[in-house]
């Protein structure tokens, strides 16, 4: 069964205060690796896709990684207007979006 | 260019009785899938439709069932609520390409009581 483990759960940080999330998964053959973001009581937002091991993509102040274990969300000199709930999901064979729990991000001016 | 519509934003019920949430997808998609998102949790998968017919399910009960149209929306039901259903109903569309990018509505917010 494949699993998706977000950590840390919540992570405050100062503006200006860079820091990574993590994404570790256990799936038998990965198809892709997604990050999304949630405000609360709203739908979440596409962010990236990684497909393989190595890629990496850029968006403003995000960027995320992969490697064969784990991706992670790097968030350099975060603003307020960042903090949101930020998802990891898989997709492996045939399977639909496994999501994790998420970690919810505060940043403080 | 329209994303994904979801309606009502919000719906209270009692338990025992039956709710249809419903969903426009993204124009140009044509494969809705539902999620539910418990407070705290991520979205967990529901069913997926395609073509007008289920093509996968995650583990929910037969109390929760679906139907798609031929322009492509689709409704979710869910008959003789418990108070467990109370979530945030998530619907998403993509190509029925499995790698394609699934983009969330902005849900339904169901309180059963």
């Known amino acids: 069964e494949d699993q998706v483990t977000q950590s840390p759960e919540a992570l405050r940080l100062q503006e200006g205060e860079s820091s990574s999330l993590n994404c570790s998964y256990t799936v038998s053959g990965l198809r892709g690796l997604f990050w999304y973001r949630q405000d609360p009581g709203k739908g979440p937002e596409f962010l990236f896709t990684?497909?393989?091991a190595g890629e990496e993509k850029e968006k403003e102040r995000l960027k995320a990684t992969l490697t064969k274990k784990e991706s992670f969300l790097h968030i350099t000199a975060p603003k307020p207007e960042d903090s949101a709930t930020y998802l990891c999901?898989?997709?492996?064979?045939?399977?639909?979006?496994?999501f994790g729990k998420g970690t919810r991000l505060s940043v403080i001016a | 260019d329209a994303g994904v519509t979801q309606s009502p934003t919000h719906l209270i019920k009692t338990r025992g009785q039956q709710v249809t949430l419903r969903c426009s997808p993204k124009s140009g998609h044509d494969t809705v899938s539902w999620y539910q998102q418990a407070l705290g949790q991520g979205p967990q998968f529901i069913f997926q439709?395609?073509?007008?017919?289920?093509?996968q399910r995650g583990n929910f009960p037969d109390r929760f069932s679906g139907h798609q149209f031929p322009n492509y929306s689709s409704e979710l039901n869910v008959n003789a609520l418990l108070l467990g259903d109370s979530a945030l109903y998530l619907c998403a569309s993509s190509l029925v390409s499995g790698l394609d990018t699934q983009y969330f509505g902005p849900g339904t917010r169901l309180t059963v009581l």
């Open positions: 990684l497909y393989s």
């Open positions: 439709y395609y073509e007008e017919e289920e093509r």
């Open positions: 999901a898989v997709v492996s064979g045939n399977t639909p979006l496994v």
